[in-house]
């Protein structure tokens, strides 16, 4: 059994000198080679078949994002350098609490404006990359809305940190949260969304935490104590009519399989409560217990675990990759999630 990949050279074109962590300036956790490792293990072992994918155009990232934060992304790195500046484009202010900003009409002021975060950069390639990454997205739900029973988006840059209106975290666009968009107009009256990103899946709350039609669905890192901070705590179930759609699951450091498994096993049961007509699964790996931005103990075996678990929901599954920074242990991960979802073990 194999299922379709997607997958873009483009891609590759997001590649910013530095990120800044601990106030230095230290090489990107986030890079191509994330990606690159993974191509031939997964084909070679017959999980997935690469495919480019067919240019979908604007609408189904519209359909999800405000469009000034679309125009922003296309536009800022040449504005950036029509402003004189030398180097890849970095948030260096951000509004006060409590204000209601106005967007300013400077570069330097509207990057503070659209970044929910200031270590990731803009640089020359991001829109590129980060248009063909929502492509993939969108190939993989469209799929899956014509009747395969699984797909895989081999997103880069990662999306699940974008907001409608914000990006940060190392995404631009929210791929997830599109691929559930799509799929919404497509057939689906009900889309479920899983992310088992060690970090909380914070965009794709955000887009989706006032609906009844989309349930966000996140198991990851305490956010008092880890990246994104401000977002994922288990009081926050969702609003108006989107009230019980949105459940959290963070934990503590130290969480192995056993206490992860038990909040997966929890959020099973809304996910299967809710009868989807699709799922849609945010693929992080760096939970794994030796990702550089991990507080989890998850082994490379548990992955397949996972797999199989998510794979025994039964629903015809987008899966979309996210996070997972430990990038000579991914194929092996990724691999192994593959293993457990095909059914090779577990
Ligand atoms: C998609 C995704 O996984 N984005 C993650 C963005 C969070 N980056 C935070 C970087 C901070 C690294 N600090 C590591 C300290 C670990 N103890
Ligand atoms: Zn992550």
Not at 71 to 77: D, K, N, S, T
Not at 125 to 136: K, R
Not at 138 to 163: E, I
Not at 205 to 212: A, L, N
Request: hydrophobic share 40%; with cysteine; net charge negative.
């Amino acid at each position: 059994m194999t299922m379709r990949g997607f997958f873009d050279d483009a891609q590759r074109l997001h590649a910013p000198a530095f990120e800044i962590v601990g106030g230095q300036m230290v090489p990107p956790f986030e890079t191509k080679d994330r990606v690159d490792r993974l191509l031939r293990p997964l084909s070679a072992a017959g999980y997935c078949q690469f495919e480019t994918p067919r240019d979908f155009g604007l609408d189904p990232i519209l359909a999800t994002h405000d469009p000034a934060l679309v125009a922003f992304l296309q536009r800022a790195y040449d504005d950036w350098k029509a402003a004189g500046f030398e180097g890849d484009v970095f948030a260096t202010v951000m509004p006060p609490q409590h204000c209601r900003p106005r967007k300013p009409q400077f570069i330097e002021g509207e990057v503070g404006y659209f970044a929910a975060s200031g270590e990731s950069a803009i640089a020359q390639g991001t829109w590129p990359a980060v248009y063909a990454s929502a492509q993939c997205a969108v190939a993989a739900a469209d799929a899956v809305a014509q009747g395969d029973k699984a797909a895989f988006a081999l997103c880069r840059p990662p999306g699940h940190h974008a907001t409608k209106g914000q990006f940060g975290g190392y995404c631009y666009l929210n791929n997830a949260a599109i691929a559930a968009q799509y799929l919404r107009n497509h057939g689906s009256q009900r889309v479920a969304i899983l992310d088992i990103d060690f970090h909380h899946g914070n965009g794709t709350q955000d887009i989706f935490y006032d609906r009844d039609d989309v349930l966000f669905v996140s198991l990851h890192g305490d956010p008092s104590l880890t990246y994104p901070f401000f977002l994922g705590y288990d009081d926050e179930t969702g609003l108006g009519a989107g009230e019980g759609f949105n459940r959290n699951y963070p934990m503590g450091p130290g969480t192995d399989f056993h206490a992860w498994a038990a909040a997966l096993h929890d959020a099973m049961g809304h996910l299967n409560a809710f009868a989807a007509d699709t799922l849609v699964v945010s693929v992080g790996l760096d939970t794994y217990q030796h990702d550089p931005q991990s507080i989890f103990q998850i082994s490379t075996e548990d992955f397949a675990t996972i797999g199989s678990w998510i794979q025994h929901l039964g629903f015809p599954t987008v899966l979309v990759m996210e996070g997972g920074y430990a990038v000579e242990d991914l194929p092996k991960n990724v691999s192994s999630f593959f293993a457990g979802f095909m059914g090779d073990v577990g």
